[in-house]
């Protein structure tokens, strides 16, 4: 039994009827390369025979009475493996669009909380003979990192496959009942103001190197001079469409481009991967924005979670994560100055971001009951506080991955695209995979308030071109 920390838990109070709190990725397989033919009872083999390595895939939510307390994962005694996998097909021809259409609707239905949080779907009828894998898994249990080391798990460095270490006997957790429950409550309860004396010394600690923030402003437009940039709020983002409330309808695209064009970006203005990254996809945003009448005078600013993974935390499940807000430089046309101004502010960010003890946030998400944390949440999505006071429109993540070819029952993957999750007040997430020398895009939004995620797609590789024309 272990118990969820205060951002696993956040994912959890996140849901409402309009939006969820899962994360999930699509791989397109070639099934050609299987050495013994290939099907969905092949999957449901590989996956059966390596059930006992992945701890979220058996494991379900106790819940603490009246939400005192955080979650327990426990071993789920009435696993039932056909439950979490599905077979489908894709409408013909079973394009791009087809599959992320389908695939979108099924990432936006909510996960049964009553079983393991997560699902695997095997879909056939994609052009040119090929299939799909689409699985998605609470946010609550995995971060960017964890998900990517689960596909280790699942995937193979051969067609030929490997040999798994057997199963032991399985070991039950003893489920408490609520008394039991709520005397762990008590003792955490006990504990938590050492851990508030501790969390305090070590930010106030860290306040006098948080002075380069001070310089954010100046950069987004809000003013030059001291006086002014003191005396405006540096953390509220400029509204867009992306920061208005959710239906409950997604819109997805997906696509790659080659690392090897990224990197050459990199190396010629001498940057960083991640600066090129949220040049590129800014320029794409901006854009969209731009094709609408739509786009701010002061530039956007994007969330871009960082892992925060310690040695020998490997494997751990759950999130080990922070965040970095910073502008991405959507007020500069010039796809140049835009990655300089992403590149200095990037660094202003990291400065800023290296002062603050690494788990400030988890630490903050450990304080409040659930229950409270839970209700304070409706009350911020109910009256569309998150859109009018967010600190960031969108958030962009860069997860790196393998760079070997990778086979899941000996059918060879192609590509791994991410679908992740949006909330009231940021309607939009670009995140990518790295995976066999390609950036693997996926970018989702509400339907309702993106008439067209393909166009901002297509504008990425749009956006790098022009960089790559510009290369000294």
């Not at 799909?132 to 596909?151: P, R, V």
């Not at 009448?293 to 994560?321: C, K």
């Not at 409270?372 to 009350?379: C, F, L, N």
Request: with cysteine.
């Amino acid at each position: 039994m272990e118990q969820l920390n205060g951002v696993d838990t956040t994912f959890l109070n996140i849901e409402t009827t309009t939006q969820q709190g899962h994360v999930g990725g699509i791989a397109v397989i070639d099934p050609s390369t299987a050495p013994d033919g290939w099907g969905f009872e092949t999957v449901r083999k590989v996956i059966e025979e390596r059930i006992h390595l992945l701890p979220p895939y058996r494991r379900r939510l106790l819940t603490v009475p009246l939400g005192l307390d955080h979650p327990y994962w426990v071993e789920d005694p009435g696993f039932d493996l056909d439950f979490h996998l599905r077979h489908i097909a894709v409408p013909a021809p079973g394009g791009p669009e087809e599959v992320a259409t389908l695939v979108a609707r099924i990432h936006e239905r909510p996960l049964d909380r009553t079983r393991p949080l997560w699902e695997m779907y095997i879909i056939e009828g994609l052009a040119g003979g090929k299939v799909a894998s689409y699985t998605k898994l609470h946010h609550a249990a995995i971060d960017g990192i964890s998900g990517a080391e689960i596909l280790t798990i699942l995937l193979d460095p051969s067609p030929e496959g490997r040999d798994v270490p057997p199963p032991g006997p399985r070991e039950f957790d003893e489920i408490p009942g609520p008394l039991a429950l709520l005397r762990r409550t008590a003792v955490n309860t006990l504990r938590s103001p050492a851990k508030a004396v501790r969390m305090g010394y070590e930010l106030i600690r860290s306040i006098p190197a948080l002075r380069p923030l001070q310089a954010l402003p100046a950069l987004v437009g809000i003013g030059t001079g001291r006086e002014e940039v003191l005396s405006r709020p540096s953390l509220i983002a400029p509204h867009t469409v992306f920061n208005e409330p959710l239906s409950a309808h997604r819109r997805w695209a997906y696509g790659d481009i080659e690392f090897a064009r990224v990197k050459a970006v990199k190396d010629a203005f001498g940057t960083t991967v991640n600066d090129v990254v949220l040049t590129i996809t800014a320029g794409a945003v901006r854009r969209w924005l731009v094709d609408r009448a739509a786009l701010p005078d002061r530039s956007l600013q994007a969330m871009v979670p960082i892992s925060i993974r310690a040695a020998g935390q490997e494997g751990d499940i759950g999130n080990r994560v922070s965040a970095m807000i910073s502008p991405i430089g959507t007020h500069l046309e010039d796809p140049v100055e835009r990655l300089a101004f992403v590149h200095e502010t990037m660094a202003i960010a990291k400065e800023t971001h290296n002062a603050v003890p690494a788990t400030i946030l988890s630490d903050f998400a450990q304080f409040a009951p659930p229950a409270v944390a839970a209700r304070a949440a409706r009350v911020v999505f109910d009256h569309g506080l998150a859109g009018r006071f967010t600190p960031f429109n969108l958030v962009i993540s860069n997860i790196p991955g393998p760079q070997i070819p990778l086979y899941l029952a000996g059918a060879r993957l192609e590509g791994h695209y991410p679908l992740s999750t949006i909330v009231d007040g940021s309607a939009l997430n670009i995140t990518l995979n790295s995976y066999l020398g390609r950036l693997c895009f996926g970018i989702i939004t509400d339907r309702e308030l993106v008439d067209d995620v393909w166009v901002m797609l297509d504008a990425v590789d749009k956006e790098l071109t022009e960089l790559e024309a510009r290369i000294p």
